[in-house]
Nanobody, 126 residues
Framework: QVQLVESGGGLVQAGGSLRLSCAASGRTFSSRTMGWFRQAPGKEREFVAAISGSGSSAYYADSAKGRFTISRDNAKNTVYLQMNSLKPEDTAVYYC???????????????????WGQGTQVTVSS
């Protein structure tokens, strides 16, 4: 069982930055791909970024490329999402997710993740 707890959300002006953190319980953290997803009101959940267990591979949605950076610290069982140049359209609840990679796994597909956090609200004002 893995528990995920996000933090770092808040209200920020357009052009500002936030750093989200996701702390994971359990001893299998370093073997799991970690992802960040978001869901805005009235919209479906969408992929934002993901990082492999070792941290050697990172994946981004087109909307996040060049502005967001995902990283992880396996010694602290924590994954981060640094968000810069925030836009009002980035407003959403951001969720952290953990996956045990199996054959055919795609880091961009939320349904393939096994564990989810409760989410943290990010609001970007114009």
């Amino acid at each position: 069982q893995v528990q995920l707890v996000e933090s770092g959300g808040g209200l920020v002006q357009a052009g500002g930055s936030l750093r989200l953190s996701c702390a994971a319980s359990g001893r299998t953290f370093s073997s799991r791909t970690m992802g960040w997803f978001r869901q805005a009101p009235g919209k479906e959940r969408e992929f934002v970024a993901a990082i492999s267990g070792s941290g050697s591979s990172a994946y981004y949605a087109d909307s996040a490329k060049g502005r967001f950076t995902i990283s992880r610290d396996n010694a602290k069982n924590t994954v981060y999402l640094q968000m810069n140049s925030l836009k009002p359209e980035d407003t959403a609840v951001y969720y952290c997710a953990a996956a045990q990679v199996t054959r055919g796994f795609s880091p961009r597909v939320g349904a393939l993740y096994d564990y989810w956090g409760q989410g943290t609200q990010v609001t970007v004002s114009s």
